[in-house]
């Protein structure tokens, strides 16, 4: 059913033509390397290169009779090159190509997530500031808070998508390496240096070290960075959702969609698709720790696991980035009703500064705290603006002037600073300072 | 039950008593700052600083009538500071204090982790190289693959434990961010430039935009981080479990335990109890990850989480990386039994050789293959060494002369270019071609 | 830190000190049954009965010299009891012990929360019933959906919790084994007779076979079944927090938090903690699971897992039952603003009723669907309710009367089914045809 | 990947056009239920049920264009059966429709998986009584305990399966249950009765209430019966990898894999694989517990979760049972081998019996467990029999006569109580004491 969420170019690199793809070139990129230092006749690689052609059931088919995918996909092309191509794999070890060439779907899958993330960079970076002053009603715990613009929520995303991205460039880096260090690590039989020469023409580094795999705890690292990158998707798909509530009304996604029962509904779907696919990528860290520890230089019980678990979040991961996108490329943002509940709140958003008055005017906080709450109970109550009670209020005028009461209720001073945090994030000088 | 895995100092930064005294730190820090820039009156800083105390008790019997462990913790220090006490909090909320105070703690718990895996690094280095030489049996599903020496193994975790360090570095830069930016992240009634020197005398730097809280991603790495050190401690005890099996025997735990049935019992329990412990650290990344995306500017269901699984993961994994370090001390290694398993295996362990041996001569790859995996079973069921077989064989002497043969079981021939791998991790002229 | 979330009677279940009592339990319930048998002198057990005492400090002091934990208790006991103490253990290895011990709490803790689900369960039928006919807005993606009555609402959650309890019933069955046949299971020392006399005095039953120890899918069982429950709670304070949400306010918890910095807030932070808290519940499940494949007769591993896990789950599920339901006792319910926001909705939550009634007088379903669907989009839009536009509507009225367009719109009529569902949660009769 | 792991007829029920199928079923179904009560025209659900024909691909295309994926369905059958079409569907919502149809694929998928249990029953009924009587070392922390049966470590694993059929079969109840309650859960457009009936023809019970969606605790407890599933064969497959160790040699699989680099080698894959893929089983849990508490009436965001995740666990665990089966029923027991390591081990697993025989004949409990803790000791290091040294001691000697020592090592005495365990497990009379 995943095939629902599959995008191209991700989902091509995880074909099985395309892996036996990926493991020609590393066997062809070692036997040229040992070719390099004389350790093969020359010509070989080249030979290898020109006859071996992928195909792909004749190598399932040697498979189920030997047992072994690796054998049977070298088998088959033995066959195919004849006699040179008894110099295929010399000194290596199924996992010393197999680990190599998934280092290189990694790398270029995490290549296609950045492609996306720099993308929603951009549309977060134009939202926000598209936004910068529309004013919303703020909440926090479901409630009323106090007044922030749109842009400010829109900035606070952008700003974690560059710690995911960071995230997501330190993975691709961790697990741009290569191994051809052979059954247990030793280079018994493939010297260091034509390691290096060799994944040095794929684009990979050595590990300094290895067993006979390239540790797991790289591909934990990608893992959570994909799992990272889907719970930042899921804050934007719950926030959509939760604006977009039938009683919030501020956004609506773009299509939303419809109910086969009720024709009145227009349901964001697609956020709460996202909600619950970022829960499929926070479940893949764990399978990846626990394959981490292995028995000795190596036992496969890892394998099984990521040859499931790894095609899934990467594909779920760029469907979502893809989808995110195009969700806040779509939104529809209601502005007017953004207002429209801001002062439905009876100026409670402002209580905060009607307390600090107070304090700065000299009364204790705890009695300001007590007599603002009781102010703002009594506006629910009545319906009345709080700023009216106050001015009515014997002892809030024994210590704030009617001119002071009103500048509380200030919208436009309120959100004076929001510029600030679009300072701080868009602009350079501010990057010492502050920590994204 | 905890209680029996909580060392000093790590517990000590999270008794509430440590809390209150952080929370008020960061209270003061902006009440200077708020005073440098003229916003409240001068010596007030001071002045609380002074008369403050924490009261545990005090402060929780409060809670329990105000239901809010801040607003209480603000009562109590106003109680005792008297007039000046109403300036403490202002133009702040909760979560200023809290998050700002919970950055302070991680920063510091995460130092202390930092130096067990410095102590950590140091005896696997030592150890490394002390048993650089030592052959030991390769083992890959359990079964005997290709000769190493143990040094080799100890160099691969030395090796994994830089890339845990650098990540727990990292998480240690990504949660040593402040944020006194008020209810909704406007800096409504903090300004800007007072965060940023309150935040510089705490040693932290603001985040550049926040909404109520710190974006919990953040705390997420850090998590993440930790698991990822957990299961490094669960591959060094679970490689300690396999290689003290009754029937390897090359390793025992330095204290071993026994058995309160079975006199004769010494059972590698520490290395159990880690690995048993690793399943917990790993377990918390989820949660953590659950509680990223909050409601609008923020809810409270992340707080709960917290204040269990940070100080339980912190608590273990600082207990793992003091036992694993014991561990690794004081360890008995069993050299000569080592050796002794080698020889045992009949030669099996170089059976590659062989292989290659046949395909340099000019034998086909695929017949190579089958011809020694039959002479190594002949090997198991007649009980007589691969290489005797091999020089009897006359399909392998077709290629190979006697002498040849004898070169293929040449044990230190076959361990010569671990020093690689050694002079890769040590020596910084590798360090930019190699990735740890 | 879970001190906070730590109820009585519940925490007194896992104090070192009720636990080394349960192990005394154990090994004078199997003394008495050996003595039955004629295999101890007569008059043992209930001699080490009397003299036997409970020192905790002594027993640590002892683990600390001996390394193992049972075997400290041992020594304690044998050092008070004298002679006849020699008698302590005999034929038993730890795991008889500290497993049938470990039952013991199990299945006492599973009582507690038993008890609590009844309580629970009492609070639900009689709020559901006190509700049963109030309507408010069904909402599906958070958007209006049909009407429905609070106490419907109510409803699902007591039918889900009757599933929650027969979940942890299981349990409490599936766990309320002993185990007293020794190192590997195969009573080589202890004879099943004395085994089955001894659970069976302590109301425990044999495991038909065991290994050394009680198989952990058992202990898996019972905190899945905890999870269980705790995802029930986090239903129930999910939609609290939902319906509490400022916009819709139509429920406030009885004790709603204030805001350190905003003095007009009222947040559901009880709400909010137990859907943090439902997530460590649930994340306690894959350690259990991952503790059930021990090595061989068994491996250690398991146990720090449950030391820390077991109380942990157990007190936070104790804890959420507690409070949901001091949560749902004390709920305001405002009966009025459900009225008022049904009436808000323009119509719309019968917007089916209008679709069924067009197609049951002929019209095409599809047709049908899309002029109701954009009937609808035109009520929002011009803020005029559906009923009338559908009355102004020509092709509507082509089909429908107004008196059967007035009828599509009864609230009562949409409600009327609604004690159905009573009917079937409440009374014997309907149990067979439907399932709880 | 997952195409590698997929079996018939298991993969065949999670097909698109399956799916499309249990659809139509349901709807049919609920039609001939309204026809019945007079609700809709005599002969429409005949009709619909002779001229409605899945097409797979012009359903996928309607979807692309409305969004929909049952509206899609529905106007593709309307399409083909004309007028009488329009009440297909009639006063349902989507979720009767695909719940109810996901109940009916949940059963059919759980009978294949206790179609498995059962085969797999036999299989490990018979292997436990034909390897009743064989001894083998029972190993306890991967050192040597005492001996016990290969028959009775089958015999555990057979006890445990009895619980997992039992979990299966309690969650195939829990998951028989379907809803035609419309969109709210109020059965506001479609009575009970038609409900009643409809389901009954399907050979399911309606929920006794519910919301839009039957509810998703009764989802998580499938997915925990099959991760528990999963957990059971990890327990089987881990065993086989120990006792097949190179060191050890007990066990072989039946076809072990060869390497690429080293013909030598026979890897126990299956069982590693095995291990791998109950990782992904268990990481499913957590997933389907997170979808449980959705907002109000229902939110979507389970279903992209039990798009993935259902299929997955049910194919993994399909696959599991299977080739553990298969593990089984091909596996080579060597029990000349079981019988080498018995001896090999210096009689040190008959330790506990030296300790108890001193214990009776007088000897403090403390005491003799050191005595014979340090003859173990040196039976290791000099290398002689536990029973020699013994014999040789005079302290041990004091208590014990020569015969009264030999009678200590007896193999057989060991062994007499393992028929008990048999008698137990396989004999009714027994399950009445005891639990499985």
Partial sequence: MIERYALSPMKDLWTLEAQYTRWLEVEVAALAALEELGRVPAGVSEGVRKKAKIDVQKIQGLEKEVGHDLVAFLWALEEEIGTE???????????????????????DALEIILRKTRALKATLASLSLA?????????????????????????????????????????????????????VGTHAYFPPE?????????GLKPCAVASQVISRDRHAEVVFALASCASFVEKVALEVRNLSRAEVGELEEGRPEGSSAMPHKRNPILSERLCGLARLARAAVGPLLESNALWHERDMSHSSVERIILPQVFLLVDYMLDRV??????????????????SEALGLPFSEGLLLALVQAGMARR????????????????????????????????????????AVFDLNAMLKRVAVSFDRVFHSRYNSCCDH
């Fill in 367 to 406: 009695e300001a705290h007590v007599l603002v709450a009781d102010l703002s109970r009594e506006a629910i109550q009545r319906g009345v603006p709080l700023c009216e009670l106050a001015r009515q209020n014997p002892r809030v005028r024994a210590y704030l002037s009617e001119e002071e009461i009103k």
């Fill in 131 to 183: 936004y910068k002053e529309t004013p919303i009603l703020g909440r926090t715990h479901g409630q009323w808070a106090e007044p922030t613009t749109f842009g400010h929520k829109l900035l606070v995303w952008y700003d974690e998508l560059l710690r995911v991205e960071a995230r997501l460039q330190r993975a691709q880096h961790t697990i741009s390496v290569g191994k051809l260090s052979g059954a």
């Fill in 325 to 342: 996108d195009k969700l806040l490329r779509e939104l529809q943002v209601f502005p007017d009703r953004m207002r429209e509940r801001l």
């Fill in 194 to 202: 034509a390691e290096e020469k060799a994944l040095r023409s794929l």
């Fill in 85 to 107: 191509g008894r110099w295929l794999h010399f000194g290596l070890t199924s996992s010393d190509v197999k680990d190599t060439a998934l280092s290189l779907i990694l790398r």
